[in-house]
């Protein structure tokens, strides 16, 4: 019974902590900083390596290559996060990719590694009923901008006196001009930047979606929290090679490496990395104690 009441404890507060990593990317700090979506995961896989470690007070330590696996699941996907949520806001996609990321892994568990579930249909029907209530309220907050696109950023162009206007993912937008109409080309540029968002937040849903399947083939090696530790290492491995290889993108096209913006945006970061590490914690937890291990 204890065990019950600890996994149900784990799984809230791992929805608690999950729905609200996203939010510190919206704040004002990192929304002035501009802030590259690189850059920002570089601080969320510093956290995630830094607290890894702390399982080792209960638990031994075990290395598992599936953690370096996960980590660039979670590395490409953080980076995508970040970008979809400074495009379309945390309504719209926390809920799409909430929704999807939930369609994928049933598919993975379900059709993929045959798990059992004891009545297919209403877990069909559960799955749709819950997705639909998340599409529905991040819509209706994507909606509300949708009113006013000329208020919108055109991320597309660039602003070359601004330093990160010569980086290769974030650009310096340009606000347009509200003249009281609704231009075409405001319009189109608006709905072009949606459509970015949205498709950052789909990818974001498939990988999170698929984000636990190393650790299903890892428990021959670790089980439950003990993959943490490949995992904080992978994370901030495949970070470095991340930003080795963007540092060099950046280099031969001609742009320049953008700022780490430690003053303006190090504090937002490391509490996303921060929340994101506590839910991911509280995931492992609850799965295993729900697994019975």
């Not at 470690?53 to 075990?62: E, N, Q």
């Amino acid at each position: 019974m204890e065990e019950v009441v600890v996994g149900l404890l784990a799984a809230v507060g791992s929805i608690v902590f999950y729905g609200s990593y996203a939010v510190p990317i919206k704040t004002p700090a990192v929304l002035d900083a501009k802030m590259d979506p690189i850059i920002y995961q570089s601080y969320k896989s510093f956290t995630c390596f830094a607290t890894c470690w702390l399982v080792l007070i209960y638990t031994p330590l075990k290395f598992t290559w599936w953690g370096m696996l996960g980590a660039l699941i979670w590395v490409i996907n953080g980076c995508a996060a970040v970008r979809a949520v400074q495009l379309v806001g945390i309504g719209l996609a926390q809920s799409l990719w909430s929704s999807l990321s939930i369609i994928v892994a049933y598919i993975w568990g379900v059709y993929i590694f045959k798990e059992a579930v004891q009545n297919h249909t209403l877990s069909l029907l559960s799955i749709f009923i819950m997705m639909m209530g998340m599409l529905g309220v991040g819509f209706a907050v994507g909606s509300q901008s949708e009113k006013n696109p000329a208020n919108q950023c055109d991320a597309s162009q660039v602003d070359s006196s601004n330093e990160l206007g010569s980086s290769l993912l974030v650009k310096e937008p340009k606000k347009f001009v509200n003249n009281g109409r609704k231009d075409a080309s405001q319009v189109h540029m608006h709905r072009l930047i949606q459509f970015k968002g949205i498709g950052l937040a789909i990818l974001v849903g498939v990988l999170n979606g698929s984000f636990l399947i190393p650790l299903k083939y890892a428990h021959q090696d670790v089980v439950g929290v003990e993959y943490l530790v490949s995992f904080g290492v992978g994370s901030i491995a495949i970070t470095f090679i991340v930003l080795g290889i963007y540092w060099c993108s950046c280099k031969l096209s001609g742009n320049s490496f953008p700022s780490f913006k430690f003053k303006e945006g190090a504090k937002p970061a490391l509490l996303t990395g921060l929340l994101w590490s506590l839910g991911n914690f509280l995931r492992m937890l609850e799965l295993l104690l729900s697994a019975g291990m």
